[in-house]
């Protein structure tokens, strides 16, 4: 099969582009930039020079010439949903295939920290969250897509973590870093679904092979309350596990970040596995800890009970 990848460079698309080349599809992977471009060539992936602005033509075009195109770019509101509906315009009546890539964040609940007992599944209905508005109309408009001669899905994992992920396992060794201990915000009982880069690799295979038109598929492998991560990484760092107040965490993670480390977003994969049969291999996010990453202390460190540490901005956003 010839696959365009819209996002080829980033997480989850340069998983996927690899993933898929390497069972034997032809990949195509957009490229802003030269060295992006040299990057994928050097994986064997295709690069086609365009961006989601300026050169969004050349992106349409190579969608219309491939046999499935997946979303997985990382873009602002404007450029994603004005994307989208060029492409679905485009590939109306082909009977080509098309896969959104959107996340639980559509429907995270803002907390505080605390606990919350709702979980979705695929069909469940749920107050989207406000900033995540555009998002969940994108949504949408790619399902609505599938009634008129298009083969379109949208998959929607939870965090997804694994090798060079930049979620809330990244997030925690920040905090680390700014402030000495490892942290959580509130109570800390706030709880992210979870999902391995690999078992989302081996769902956007699934629904290649035998995903229905407007399919929407939940994938999902675990929970973790952000408390018992902070607290896990407070053992193998030997520094103590702090809560924070909202504003302490925006000091620490920005707005945004501290935003994210606050919400709960519970989901259940039932259409991806009934329909589909996929099953997650890999459940428990807590493996992760202990491994070098980029804001990994090298040393264990000992806090000071004399000393408290401040609490300083950082530019780390998540992705």
């Known amino acids: 099969m010839n696959v365009f990848i819209i996002g080829a460079t980033g997480f989850v698309g340069g998983a996927l582009a690899r993933h898929l080349s390497a069972e034997g599809h032809t990949v195509t992977g957009l490229a802003r930039t030269e060295s992006a471009a040299a990057t994928l060539d050097s ?49 109306t009546g082909t009977d080509k295939t098309l896969i959104f890539l959107s996340g639980n964040g559509v429907l995270v609940q803002r907390t505080a920290g605390a606990w919350s007992p709702d979980v979705f599944a695929e069909d469940d209905p749920f107050t989207p969250e406000p900033l995540a508005d555009y998002r969940k109309a994108v949504e949408d408009t790619v399902l609505a897509a599938a009634r008129h001669g298009l083969r379109a899905m949208v998959i929607r994992p939870g965090l997804i973590w694994g090798p060079g992920d ?22 800390g009982l706030n709880t992210y679904s979870h999902v391995h880069i690999d078992d989302v690799t ?15 598929y939940h994938a999902v492998a675990g929970e973790t309350p952000n408390r018992w991560i902070a607290e896990r990484f407070a053992a193998d760092l030997g520094v103590e596990a702090r809560s924070l107040t909202p504003e302490e965490a925006s000091g620490v993670w920005g707005e945004f970040g501290a935003l994210i480390m606050s919400v709960s977003g519970r989901i259940r994969a039932v259409r991806a596995q009934q329909d589909l049969g996929w099953r997650p291999q890999h459940t428990d996010m807590l493996t992760m800890i202990g491994e070098e990453r980029p804001h990994r202390p090298a040393t264990r460190q000992q806090p ?8 300083r901005p950082t530019p780390y956003a998540p992705s």
């Open 202 to 216: 081996r769902l956007f295979t699934l629904a290649l092979e035998k995903g229905r038109p407007g399919g929407l």
């Open 166 to 187: 930049h979620g809330h396992v990244s997030m925690v060794y920040q905090s680390v870093a700014a402030t000495g201990a490892a942290c959580y915000i509130g109570e």
């Open 304 to 311: 000071s009970a004399a000393t408290p540490r401040p609490i």
């Open 43 to 91: 994986q064997g992936i295709t690069p086609l020079a365009g961006d989601l602005e300026e050169r969004r033509a050349a992106v349409i075009e190579a969608a219309q010439a491939a046999d499935a195109v997946i979303y997985a770019a990382q873009a602002g509101p404007e450029q994603e949903t004005a994307t989208v509906q060029e492409l679905t315009r485009a590939l």
